[in-house]
């Protein structure tokens, strides 16, 4: 069923567990998801890279959409790290009401203007939005953030964007890196914490692919309810294409196509354990026109 972002996030925070959310590119992706959410009655998101919308456009939202119609479990569609105004206003059209409004690589001052702007059209199409202060260092997609580029969250100033910008969820930088960690994984949960303190909208962390279980499990009980998954799906998937294209028996098509399904799938079921949001799909009863329904800020 197509779930309302908002929704689920809410009802994992309060019942302190995470969900998934895994960027996809093609059917493949998409079946890897939803098979995984419905053999583990888990909730899910089916996220797309402004790289992913760039290829596929309409058709690929539409797949994702009908897609979590279709399913048994809740599952949201997700625009992940927008930065351009017009993937915005082209998710919306297309019947996406879930946008990251990225705008952590400006300034703060113009990161906070443009996405107080962006929330309020995304809120007028009855949607919600997660945004990012700090900047993730790492790489994602052929986008890179070196080191030196990437800046941690402030406590502080996290509680003025969220009350001027007046976001949904917010996306947290404590150490986490796009791509692969290349050194063991460090994160200041301090930062966290306080930052959990100090607003009240659901928290995001991005960069868990990697990451230790302990490290998953103590950010959970610090209040973060959404995870993003890119790295680790996308390399089984890359993994399984090679072997079955390479190996020494020439397989079908479709036969490489569904072992890239499977190899995915069994990346995302890992991960919606390792979250606690496996066995939690009963928990998420409201229907997704009620939500639609409410009124707006």
Request: charged share 20%; glycine share 6%.
């Amino acid at each position: 069923m197509l779930a309302s972002t908002q929704e689920l996030l809410e009802t994992a925070r309060r019942n302190i567990y995470a969900i998934g959310g895994f960027n996809v590119y093609n059917l493949e992706g998409v079946k890897a998801v939803i098979n995984a959410a419905e053999f583990n009655r888990s909730p899910a998101l089916l996220q797309l890279h402004p790289s992913a919308l760039k290829y596929g456009r309409s058709p690929l939202i539409a797949m994702c959409l009908e897609a979590a119609r279709s399913a048994t479990v809740p599952i949201a569609v997700h625009l992940d790290h927008s930065s351009a105004a017009a993937d915005i206003h082209e998710a919306l059209q297309s019947g996406m009401t879930s946008i990251m409004v990225d705008g952590s690589h400006l300034p703060y001052e113009q990161n906070l203007a443009f996405t107080r702007e962006m929330t309020r059209l995304v809120h007028a199409h009855h949607g919600i939005v997660e945004a990012e202060i700090g900047r993730i260092s790492g790489t994602e997609d052929g986008l890179t953030v070196a080191e030196k580029e990437a800046k941690m969250t402030d406590p502080e100033q996290a509680i003025e964007f969220v009350q001027a910008t007046k976001v949904d969820a917010l996306a947290v930088t404590i150490g986490n890196v796009h791509g692969e960690y290349q050194s063991p994984p460090r994160l200041d949960f301090d930062r966290l914490a306080k930052i959990r303190r100090l607003i009240q909208v659901p928290l995001v962390l991005h960069g868990a692919s990697g990451l230790p279980e302990a490290m998953i499990s103590q950010s959970i009980q610090l209040g973060v309810c959404k995870f993003n998954v890119n790295t680790e799906v996308r390399q089984a998937y890359m993994q399984a294409l090679k072997q079955g294209m390479c190996g020494d028996e020439t397989q079908d098509l479709l036969e490489i196509a569904a072992a890239t399904i499977t190899a995915m799938q069994a990346v995302i079921t890992a991960k919606l354990i390792l979250f606690g949001s496996a066995y939690k799909a009963h928990l998420h009863e409201t229907p997704y026109a009620a939500m639609l329904a409410k009124p707006q800020r």
